[in-house]
């Protein structure tokens, strides 16, 4: 697969069908961009396991963390990687340890390895590289729109209003 682009059904396909993300590099600093990816996608109705061995036994927005990815407490549909793109080969081994392993392995911007996307596609889970699943979620969901940011998503469509955290966001629930 070409990692430099991805069509919007592809990124859209991901982030409706995933309900379980597992974030490697969780932080509990809140001015850190994985705490707010995390608070984020808890807010859009993911279930999200913090993964961070520093914080291993504490808490990230009410989630326990995890050291590893072995001691998650379930299986997961995804793993977002907030680690530097030398720390991915690693996780891939982790990945690929995993039973069942994940449909999806997103590694965030400036994160990529094209040998870890080739040895994690060879086994069937899908790989996004230099992307952030909050920016995509709000691009195509029209939210991003809300600050002047052109999403490249047009549509005339009436936001589905929800309950608590506003969202006119893709998933349905």
């Known amino acids: ?35 707010f990816v ?17 914080q ?24 977002d990687v907030f680690r530097p793109s030398a720390a991915v080969p690693g996780v891939a081994d982790e990945v690929l340890a995993m039973d069942p392993l ?5 590694m965030q911007l400036t994160v990529r390895d094209d040998a870890s996307a080739r040895r994690l596609e060879e086994a069937g889970i899908q790989v996004v590289m230099n992307r952030c699943p909050k920016i995509e979620y709000a691009r ?3 939210e ?4 002047g940011i052109n999403s490249r998503v047009i549509s005339s469509k009436k936001p589905l209003m929800r309950k608590g955290f506003q969202s006119f966001g893709i998933r349905q629930r």
Do not use: C, Q
């Open 38 to 54: 995390t608070k984020y996608l808890i807010d859009k109705g993911y279930a999200v396991y913090p993964v961070n061995p520093g």
């Open 56 to 79: 291993a036994g504490k808490t990230i927005l009410g989630r326990p963390v995890v050291a590893r990815l072995a001691d998650l407490p379930e299986p997961v549909d995804m793993i």
């Open 1 to 35: 697969m070409n990692h430099d682009t991805y069509d919007d059904a592809y990124i859209s396909a991901i982030l409706n069908t995933v309900k379980s993300v597992a974030i490697v590099g969780a932080s509990a600093n809140e001015v850190r961009p994985s705490f």
């Open 144 to 147: 991003i729109g809300w600050n």
């Open 102 to 106: 994940p449909k999806v392995v997103w």
């Open 140 to 142: 195509l969901s029209g």
